[in-house]
C-alpha cells in the first residue's frame, strides 16, 4: 500500500509546525523518521493518517486522498500504534488487542473464536500473551506499547505507521519489536516509523527521514543520510559523540 506525501504544510489552525514535507512510503519498504523533540513527527503522522487536516498539501494514500477515504475501508488498511498512555476503562489486555479486530467485523457483529485466535497469536508473536488476562491500566509502560502493537498487528494492516515504537521497551523487547518490523516489511507491509534511536532505524530502515526545524532535511539510503554530521546538526550534539554512539550497540550488528 503506498502512501505518498506531497508539499505539506502541517500544524494546528494558525500555528505551522512544518512546511514542505514530502516523503513516500511503498510496499515492502520500512521510512523511518528521525528527528528532535517538537519536530513534529507526531503531528505529521496525525496528519497522513487523517486525523489532522494538512494546512497545505496533499497526503494520498493508493493515489486517493486521504481524506476521501471511507473510514472502515481506511481502518481496514492501515494500522497506527501511538505512543503509549495509561489507559481509563480496565480492558484486559486480550480485548484491547481484540480491538483491532473491530474494522474487519460488521455493525453489531461480536468477535468470533477466530478473531479472538488472531489476537491471541499477535500477542503471542511479541511474547506477551501471558499479559492476556492482565488489566491493561495496570500494565507497565513498555507493557502497554507492546500491547499496542499486537493490536495494530490484530488489524493485517496494508501499511502500518509507529511512533516511537520501541520507546518505552527494554532492550530484549527493542529487539523483538524491531526484528517483527523487519518481518512485516519482507512479507510486503509498508512501514512508516519515527524513533529518538538511531541505531535502531539503521538496522530496519529501507530509507531514512531526517525532520528538524520545521522541514525535512534529507531522505535517503540510511547510511548516507544518518550520518555522525547531519545528525549532529539534526540533534545539536557534537560529532564524535554521535560517532562514539554509532560505533557500538544496534548500528555494529546492522
Given at each position: 500500500?503506498?502512501?505518498?506525501?506531497?508539499?505539506?504544510?502541517?500544524?494546528?489552525g494558525?500555528r505551522?509546525?512544518?512546511r514542505?514535507?514530502?516523503?513516500?512510503?511503498?510496499?515492502?519498504?520500512?521510512?523511518?523518521?528521525?528527528?528532535?523533540?517538537?519536530?513534529?513527527k507526531?503531528t505529521?503522522?496525525?496528519?497522513?493518517?487523517g486525523l489532522?487536516?494538512?494546512?497545505?498539501?496533499?497526503?494520498?494514500?493508493?493515489g486517493q486522498?486521504?481524506q476521501h477515504?471511507?473510514?472502515?475501508e481506511?481502518?481496514?488498511?492501515?494500522?497506527?500504534v501511538?505512543?503509549?498512555?495509561a489507559g481509563v476503562f480496565a480492558?484486559?489486555?486480550?480485548?484491547?488487542?481484540l480491538?483491532?479486530?473491530?474494522a474487519?467485523l460488521?455493525?453489531?457483529?461480536?468477535p468470533?473464536?477466530?478473531d479472538?485466535a488472531m489476537?491471541?497469536a499477535?500477542?503471542?508473536?511479541l511474547?506477551?500473551?501471558?499479559?492476556a488476562e492482565?488489566?491493561y491500566?495496570e500494565?507497565?509502560?513498555g507493557?502497554?506499547?507492546l500491547?499496542?502493537?499486537?493490536r495494530a498487528l490484530?488489524?493485517?494492516p496494508a501499511?502500518?505507521?509507529?511512533?516511537?515504537?520501541?520507546?518505552?521497551?527494554?532492550?530484549?523487547?527493542?529487539i523483538?519489536v524491531?526484528?517483527q518490523?523487519?518481518?512485516l516489511s519482507a512479507?510486503?507491509?509498508?512501514?512508516l516509523?519515527?524513533t529518538?534511536?538511531?541505531?535502531h532505524?539503521?538496522?530496519v530502515?529501507?530509507?531514512?527521514?531526517?525532520?528538524?526545524h520545521?522541514?525535512?532535511?534529507?531522505?535517503g539510503?540510511?547510511?548516507s543520510v544518518?550520518?555522525?554530521a547531519a545528525l549532529?546538526?539534526?540533534?545539536?550534539?557534537?560529532e564524535?559523540?554521535?560517532a562514539?554512539?554509532?560505533?557500538?550497540?544496534f548500528?555494529?550488528?546492522g
Amino acid at each position: 500500500m503506498r502512501l505518498t506525501a506531497k508539499d505539506l504544510t502541517i500544524g494546528y489552525g494558525d500555528r505551522v509546525v512544518g512546511r514542505n514535507i514530502s516523503l513516500t512510503v511503498v510496499p515492502g519498504e520500512v521510512l523511518c523518521l528521525l528527528g528532535p523533540n517538537g519536530c513534529g513527527k507526531t503531528t505529521l503522522f496525525r496528519t497522513v493518517l487523517g486525523l489532522l487536516p494538512p494546512l497545505a498539501g496533499r497526503v494520498l494514500v493508493q493515489g486517493q486522498s486521504v481524506q476521501h477515504w471511507p473510514r472502515a475501508e481506511f481502518a481496514r488498511r492501515v494500522g497506527y500504534v501511538p505512543q503509549a498512555q495509561a489507559g481509563v476503562f480496565a480492558f484486559a489486555a486480550l480485548d484491547m488487542v481484540l480491538m483491532g479486530r473491530a474494522a474487519r467485523l460488521s455493525l453489531l457483529a461480536r468477535p468470533s473464536g477466530a478473531d479472538r485466535a488472531m489476537a491471541l497469536a499477535c500477542m503471542e508473536r511479541l511474547q506477551i500473551a501471558h499479559l492476556a488476562e492482565r488489566r491493561y491500566t495496570e500494565l507497565s509502560g513498555g507493557e502497554r506499547q507492546l500491547v499496542l502493537i499486537a493490536r495494530a498487528l490484530a488489524q493485517e494492516p496494508a501499511l502500518l505507521v509507529m511512533d516511537e515504537p520501541t520507546a518505552s521497551l527494554d532492550f530484549g523487547n527493542q529487539i523483538r519489536v524491531l526484528e517483527q518490523i523487519a518481518a512485516l516489511s519482507a512479507q510486503g507491509m509498508a512501514v512508516l516509523l519515527s524513533t529518538h534511536q538511531p541505531e535502531h532505524a539503521l538496522r530496519v530502515a529501507s530509507r531514512i527521514a531526517l525532520l528538524g526545524h520545521g522541514r525535512l532535511q534529507a531522505v535517503g539510503e540510511p547510511r548516507s543520510v544518518a550520518t555522525p554530521a547531519a545528525l549532529a546538526a539534526l540533534y545539536g550534539v557534537s560529532e564524535a559523540a554521535i560517532a562514539a554512539h554509532l560505533s557500538g550497540g544496534f548500528a555494529a550488528g546492522g
